[in-house]
């Protein structure tokens, strides 16, 4: 009878869902690097741990240090909406020294590959901080929803270095015959969750969340807005289900950053509340000339019936069929 170890089966898991993915269309170069990574390690893991092959040992730590790099590519391509360079190259550093390690300091591994997910865990959670809502290539249908598997993706590289100081401390206290079971367990399950929270970037969709309670607009902010509302009332961009931040931003020859700040600021609200709040009206008259509520949502630009519902309620306060069956239409709040 054929038995596939766990990291295994969930390599064949990422794989699988990645070519179902590929099959629906393009797929984000970053996020390929990140789930093939994933997927390599657990076979790679699996080759060593379970069915003992020398040769998968010795390619295993640098396996393992292409994780983290995939993910920071991942996050700044699909993410950040930057093209990969050829400066990235640099990226392999890590898995270089892990080779080289390899042969001449093993033991300095202990120690290399843990400060690698850390070091690019707490990277990516310092870019999100700094760039908060402001992901240029997510979909404002996402809401705050990216930023939060961006942070998972970050927190599964710490957890991951974690892991791998609980094997250390294994090999220290003698119990080398548990080290196996910790890394099919923890080392796959991280994979995983890599490979699937990956996966789920290519078109989330999800709530958006609270910001920081905004300082007083600038003239230069009021300005910005003021073209921006303009330009979502006469290009009415927000039919397009895709519309991301940077494509706005483009569009008003501004920084992702300064558009997404005027927002904040001017109408207390994040880019994407401001946006689905714009779809909300659209869907609004369209229920009020007697569209269905999945005509008025899909005209609308949103994607979703769950993310729909949801915005629809947060701007009217009712569900779409109950404002749709009520006999006092009233104005729908501007944004």
Same mark, same amino acid.
């Given at each position: 009878?054929?038995?596939?170890?766990?990291s295994?089966?969930f390599?064949?898991?990422?794989?699988?869902?990645?070519?179902?993915?590929?099959?629906?269309?393009?797929?984000?170069?970053?996020?390929?690097?990140?789930? #093939?990574?994933?997927?390599?390690q657990g076979?790679?893991n699996?080759?060593?741990?379970?069915?003992?092959?020398?040769?998968?040992?010795?390619? %295993?730590?640098?396996?393992?240090?292409l994780?983290?790099?995939?993910?920071?590519?991942?996050?700044?391509?699909?993410?950040?909406d930057r093209?990969l360079?050829?400066?990235d190259?640099? !990226?392999?550093?890590?898995?270089?020294?892990?080779?080289?390690?390899g042969f001449?300091l093993?033991?300095a591994?202990?120690?290399?590959?843990?400060?690698?997910?850390?070091g690019?865990?707490l990277?990516?959670?310092l870019v999100?901080?700094?760039?908060? !809502?402001?992901?240029?290539?997510?979909?404002?249908?996402a809401?705050?929803?990216?930023?939060?598997l961006?942070? #998972?993706?970050?927190?599964?590289?710490?957890?991951?270095?974690?892991?791998?100081?609980?094997?250390?401390?294994?090999q220290?206290?003698?119990?080398t015959?548990? %080290?196996?079971?910790?890394?099919?367990?923890?080392?796959?399950?991280?994979?995983?969750?890599?490979?699937?929270?990956?996966i789920s970037?290519?078109?989330?969709?999800?709530?958006?969340a609270?910001? #920081?309670?905004?300082?007083?607009?600038?003239?230069?902010?009021?300005?910005l807005?003021?073209?921006?509302?303009? !330009?979502?009332?006469?290009r009415?961009?927000?039919?397009?289900p895709?519309?991301?931040?940077g494509?706005?931003?483009?569009?008003? !020859?501004?920084?992702?950053?300064?558009?997404?700040?005027?927002?904040?600021?001017?109408?207390?609200?994040?880019?994407?509340?401001?946006?689905?709040?714009h779809?909300?009206r659209a869907?609004?008259? #369209?229920l009020?000339s007697?569209?269905s509520?999945?005509?008025?949502?899909?005209?609308?630009?949103f994607?979703?019936?769950s993310?729909?519902?949801?915005e629809?309620?947060?701007?009217?306060?009712?569900a779409?069929?109950e404002?749709?069956?009520?006999?006092?239409?009233?104005?729908?709040?501007?944004?």
């Open positions: 009878m054929l038995a596939l170890p766990i295994l089966i390599s064949l898991i990422l794989l699988f869902l990645l070519a179902s993915l590929r099959a629906r269309g393009p797929v984000v170069a970053g996020l390929v690097l990140l789930v #093939a990574a994933n997927v390599l076979a790679v699996a080759g060593a741990q379970y069915y003992g092959i020398a040769a998968m040992r010795a390619v %295993q730590p640098v396996s393992a240090m994780v983290p790099p995939a993910a920071w590519l991942a996050l700044v391509t699909a993410g950040l093209a360079r050829p400066r190259v640099l !990226h392999l550093v890590g898995p270089a020294l892990a080779l080289i390690c001449a093993r033991d591994l202990d120690a290399l590959i843990p400060a690698a997910y850390l690019y865990g990277a990516i959670l999100l901080r700094r760039a908060g !809502h402001a992901l240029p290539r997510a979909r404002l249908s809401g705050g929803r990216p930023a939060l961006w942070a #998972a993706i970050a927190a599964g590289l710490m957890l991951s270095a974690a892991s791998d100081l609980v094997i250390v401390a294994v220290l206290a003698g119990r015959d548990l %080290q196996p079971l910790i890394v099919s367990i923890t080392g796959s399950l991280v994979l995983l969750g890599l490979g699937l929270l990956g970037m290519q078109d989330d969709t999800g709530p958006s609270e910001e #920081a309670a905004p300082t007083g607009p600038s003239e230069d902010d009021a300005d807005f003021a073209r921006l509302d303009a !330009h979502m009332t006469s009415r961009p927000w039919t397009d895709d519309l991301t931040l494509q706005l931003a483009r569009r008003l !020859h501004v920084p992702v950053k300064q558009l997404s700040s005027a927002v904040n600021r001017c109408s207390g609200e994040n880019i994407s509340r401001y946006v689905n709040a779809r909300v869907a609004c008259e #369209a009020r007697g569209a509520v999945t005509t008025a949502m899909l005209d609308a630009g994607a979703t019936k993310n729909f519902n949801r629809f309620n947060r701007v009217t306060g009712m779409p069929s404002w749709q069956a009520s006999a006092a239409f009233g104005p729908v709040q501007r944004p």
